[in-house]
């Protein structure tokens, strides 16, 4: 049975960070936007429905299982009689050495893992010459619900006569277009055929986000990936005006983690796992239309509400 779309709070109190507009595509002209209201914080957190096995920072939880199993035949082993608790140095010294001993995982990696069974591959597919279909469009998309809803930027599959997405476990589907915000630049799809284990991505309240704060980007650059980039969030409330200056965006999240034509759509990641913002642009004042450093994404609750979720 499908669930609904998962919300995970704000991990610190911060004045409220808005909410407004959003739009396209992958060049342009920037400013500061002025702020706009806020949407409140949810109420369940990722962690609490999660075992410590299935959370971001499993790895950490799993070292400290082995080291627990370790202690514990060490205990079985002891003779009759002489079995004791080990001091409080003697644990410490262990999981010191356990920790020097193993390589975890970086920050990164942890995000992009738990992100990447929601990113999905998105084709807008048209007419060519000769009659002949061919790709019009290749961008990424993050599934917001398990049973098949997808948010992705609506210049990947506008004017598409069909739209094809792969998941994560390489099962491809036809998907319809069931919501649109133009003004935004977002597509909301929903896939016809889906995988038997769909996972969700978690959405997180924009409230608490901060300049510097460490993001992941995960998309289909040049229609190659699922690839991960890292970096941090470089401001907020942002403005992007697109390249013909037709279309002007708001309260956009500026990040340097790098994006290409291609991850329009993808998601942006906080080092839980969760989903800040969906990138929707990046800033090059030359015809080159490829990433220079400055990127944009789309505050979750903006495009959560293009879906018709309830904001945090």
Not at 47 to 56: C, D, K, V
Not at 142 to 161: F, M, P, Q, Y
């Amino acid at each position: 049975m499908p669930r609904p779309a998962r919300y995970s709070p704000s991990r610190r109190a911060a004045p409220p960070a808005a909410a407004d507009a959003f739009a396209p595509a992958d060049t342009a002209a920037p400013a500061t936007a002025p702020a706009a209201p806020s949407a409140a914080a949810d109420a369940s957190p990722r962690g609490a429905s999660q075992a410590p096995w299935q959370r971001p920072d499993r790895w950490l939880w799993l070292a400290v299982l082995a080291l627990a199993a370790l202690l514990s035949a060490s205990l079985l082993r002891a003779p009759a009689g002489n079995a004791r608790m080990p001091s409080q140095e003697a644990i410490d010294a262990a999981v010191l050495r356990t920790l020097q001993t193993q390589t975890l995982p970086s920050a990164a990696t942890r995000a992009a893992e738990a992100v990447m069974p929601s990113v999905v591959r998105v084709v807008g597919m048209g007419k060519g010459k000769g009659d002949k279909e061919e790709e019009r469009g290749i961008g990424t998309g993050v599934v917001i619900v398990d049973k098949g809803v997808i948010l992705t930027n609506l210049h990947v599959v506008a004017g598409a006569d069909r739209v094809l997405v792969t998941f994560h476990d390489g099962t491809e589907s036809t998907a319809s277009i069931t919501g649109a915000q133009p003004e935004n630049d977002l597509a909301v799809l929903q896939a016809h055929k889906l995988p038997d284990d769909l996972q969700a991505a978690t959405m997180r309240s924009t409230q608490d986000l901060q300049p510097g704060d460490q993001v992941v980007a995960v998309g289909f650059p040049f229609g190659i990936g699922p690839s991960v980039s890292s970096g941090v969030v470089s401001g907020l409330q942002r403005e992007f005006t697109s390249p013909e200056g037709k279309r002007q965006m708001s309260n956009l999240i500026q990040f340097d983690a790098a994006a290409n034509p291609g991850n329009s759509g993808g998601p942006l990641v906080t080092m839980d796992g969760e989903v800040v913002g969906i990138v929707t642009a990046i800033l090059n004042p030359t015809p080159a239309r490829t990433f220079i450093g400055i990127g944009f994404a789309v505050p979750i609750e903006n495009a959560a509400s293009a879906a018709g979720m309830p904001p945090f």
